[in-house]
């Protein structure tokens, strides 16, 4: 990403110092400043580092740092708008595609009072309850392996990388110390994580915190695909149907076992035939270059016309904000676009509707709200908040890679 962002001709060592400086109490240099803005979190760098550091968490570290440095609102306000848009987006959306029985169940609040710990909680994060089809899908799954599981996430369970990203960090520590102690009540040591971003903010910045302020840590935070992965061979016993797909993969290489556990499944899912594309993998997921826009768009438009040029039939995200983004390239073309999950799914006899793909094929505002309009009574949602949680989702739609800032 050096070129894109402009930094191609800096000097690596001056620019590396810059970073140290920023977190170290200094103001750093103009190349280490936009070194850390432009940090997709592609993770690239960690096994490239010769000393074994961290170089993804220390440039993002920095940027949290340098966005103290230069705003000139208070720390704990910097945050807030964003962390409130998100929050009305993702309960607006879920409601307007899941009626209250079946988001209770998304939402962990469907479960009967417990009298042993469940086996692994699932994480959700906070966004992929905007496209809910993907978490019924991972809960479908755990039900047919048999995994006793407790459901936790949303707003109320944040991961800290609101805060972290503007530089607060105080509130980081508050937000991310609440929801392990609220991930820990479980009673488990296996937390399952669906969001990547939740993965490494909790993963490689609260937990390690967490342990060093409080002694120990009360569980491991684990992929969910990677544990599926783990059950590969029970999975494959479990497949009911053939599913005569070949799938391209729309990845990112943020945590590489996730790849590894989803080229895995895959290759469990009778019919599925894998056809690998030469495109760049980069970012945490699509919303993390939405700081270099033309970088981001060609780089879609580049996967795109790979996909149709090797004439597979379904373009596969992993992610779900990728999952927003891209779900409509399909319509019109010569490939479908679905979530990894709907094809894992499908082998194993299971179905949940993209309704996300669905009101967003749709399109116009006001036809969203007369298609919801049953959801929307059933939720007691208020007209106006909805019109503008759609208009933040919908209303400003681009070209894939131009969507706004989300996670």
């Not at 609220?182 to 915190?209: M, N």
């Not at 016309?305 to 010569?334: F, K, M, P, Q, W």
Request: aromatic residues 6%.
């Amino acid at each position: 990403m050096t070129e894109p962002a402009g930094l191609g001709e800096a000097n690596a060592a001056e620019t590396t110092a810059g970073i140290v400086d920023l977190i170290t109490g200094g103001s750093g240099n103009p190349e280490a400043v936009r070194w850390a803005s432009v940090c997709s979190g592609s993770g690239n760098c960690i096994p490239a580092c010769p000393e074994g550091i961290n170089a993804r968490f220390m440039v993002q570290l920095a940027r949290g740092v340098a966005r103290a440095q230069a705003g000139d609102k208070p720390l704990n306000t910097r945050w807030r708008q964003g962390f409130q848009t998100m929050s009305r987006g993702v309960r607006i959306l879920s409601r307007l595609q899941l009626p209250p029985e079946t988001l209770a169940r998304v939402r962990g609040q469907s479960e009967p009072p417990r009298q042993s710990p469940p086996d692994v909680v699932f994480y959700t994060g906070c966004n992929i309850l905007k496209t809910p089809h993907i978490a019924l899908l991972c809960l479908d799954t755990l039900d047919r392996l048999g995994v006793d599981y407790e459901v936790m996430g949303g707003p109320g369970q944040c991961c800290g990388v609101y805060q972290f990203r503007e530089g607060d960090f105080q509130n980081t520590a508050k937000v991310g110390y609440t929801t392990i102690d609220g991930l820990a009540a479980a009673g488990t040591s296996t937390v399952l994580s669906w969001c990547p971003s939740c993965q490494v903010q909790i993963g490689e910045a609260a937990l390690p915190s967490y342990e060093q302020r409080f002694g120990a840590r009360p569980f491991d935070l684990n992929p969910f695909l990677v544990f599926l992965a783990d059950r590969a061979d029970t999975l494959a016993q479990l497949m009911t149907t053939r599913v005569e797909k070949r799938v391209a993969l729309h990845e990112r290489p943020v945590l590489p076992s996730v790849q590894a556990a989803v080229r895995k499944l895959l290759s469990i899912i009778p019919g599925v035939e894998l056809v690998e594309i030469d495109v760049p993998r980069v970012g945490t997921q699509a919303n993390s270059l939405a700081v270099l826009p033309a970088f981001k768009r060609e780089l879609v438009q580049r996967e795109l016309a790979a996909v149709a040029d090797a004439g597979v039939t379904t373009l596969a995200t992993i992610y779900h904000a990728c999952h927003r983004e891209l779900c409509d390239v399909g319509n019109g073309r010569s490939f479908e676009v679905v979530n990894f999950m709907e094809i894992l799914g499908e082998g194993l006899g299971l179905h949940s509707e993209d309704l996300y793909k669905r009101l967003k094929l749709i399109g116009d505002i006001d036809d969203i709200i007369v298609e919801t309009s049953p959801l929307i009574a059933a939720h007691g949602l208020d007209l106006d908040t909805v019109r503008d949680a759609l208009l933040q989702e919908f209303g400003a739609s681009a070209a894939p890679g131009e969507g706004a800032p989300s996670r």
